[in-house]
Antibody, heavy 122, light 110 residues
Framework: EAQLVESGGDFVQPGGSLRLSCAAS????????LHWVRQTSGKGLEWVSAIGAGGDTYYTSSVKGRFTISRENAKNSLYLQMNSLTAGDSAVYYCAREGYSTSWNDWYFDLWGRGTLVTVSS | QSALTQPASVSGSPGQSITISCAGTSSDVGAYNFVSWYQQHPGKAPKLMIF???DRPSGVSSRFSGSKSGNTASLAISGLQPEDEADYYCSSYTTSRTQVFGTGTKVTVL
């Protein structure tokens, strides 16, 4: 069974850093495009970042220059390095697998993890 | 990139049909046929219900259907059932090479 499991969420002070991990199993990780999506408490979903199977990366404007997405295919793992954190980054962070499509920009998410909570506060 | 606009809440009685709208712009919903919809129950991860405007993943009930006209997409739920009570989010790829989600709609089964 295909599965994604996030970890690394924690309580951190403003200006601090955190590295999230997402362990994948049950599918071809190296051939998959992967994303991070976050959800603030009681609020909606916000797309954060994506990494293609070939290593191309994309970011939402509010995290560009602060967050770095990466992958390690040998470990079936996705990462999100988060620096210069602010209160606005507090959220549950989900990793998600992009569904199959013949179009490279057809981004939809057919597999989600259960999320990991990041709290940024002094 | 602003979030797509959805009604905050929609309700219906069991067996009825409801529709949730998702208003975007010519830079997202109107630009591509890459609209997807997600269902989220409290404390759970989102679940894909519709992709590519109107396609259903295997295992999703045919009571769920999607459509699009111009810059607005819609999700229809027919034969409303108690388990359909959840939050629903639309999403679209954008011309800025990013993804945007809707503001979310709480569906209540009366």
């Amino acid at each position: 069974e295909a599965q994604l499991v996030e970890s690394g969420g924690d309580f951190v002070q403003p200006g601090g850093s955190l590295r999230l991990s997402c362990a994948a199993s049950g599918f071809s990780f190296s051939n998959s495009d992967l994303h991070w999506v976050r959800q603030t408490s009681g609020k909606g979903l916000e797309w954060v970042s994506a990494i293609g199977a070939g290593g191309d990366t994309y970011y939402t404007s509010s995290v560009k220059g602060r967050f770095t997405i990466s992958r390690e295919n040998a470990k079936n793992s996705l990462y999100l390095q988060m620096n210069s954190l602010t209160a606005g980054d507090s959220a549950v962070y989900y990793c998600a697998r992009e569904g199959y499509s013949t179009s490279w920009n057809d981004w939809y998410f057919d597999l989600w993890g259960r999320g990991t909570l990041v709290t940024v506060s002094s | 990139q602003s979030a797509l606009t959805q009604p905050a809440s929609v309700s219906g009685s069991p067996g009825q049909s409801i529709t949730i709208s998702c208003a975007g712009t010519s830079s997202d919903v109107g630009a591509y046929n890459f609209v997807s919809w997600y269902q989220q129950h409290p404390g759970k991860a989102p679940k894909l219900m519709i992709f590519d405007v109107s396609d259903r993943p295997s295992g999703v009930s045919s009571r769920f259907s999607g459509s699009k006209s111009g810059n607005t997409a819609s999700l229809a739920i027919s034969g409303l059932q108690p388990e359909d009570e959840a939050d629903y989010y639309c999403s679209s790829y954008t011309t800025s090479r990013t993804q945007v989600f809707g503001t979310g709609t709480k569906v209540t089964v009366l």
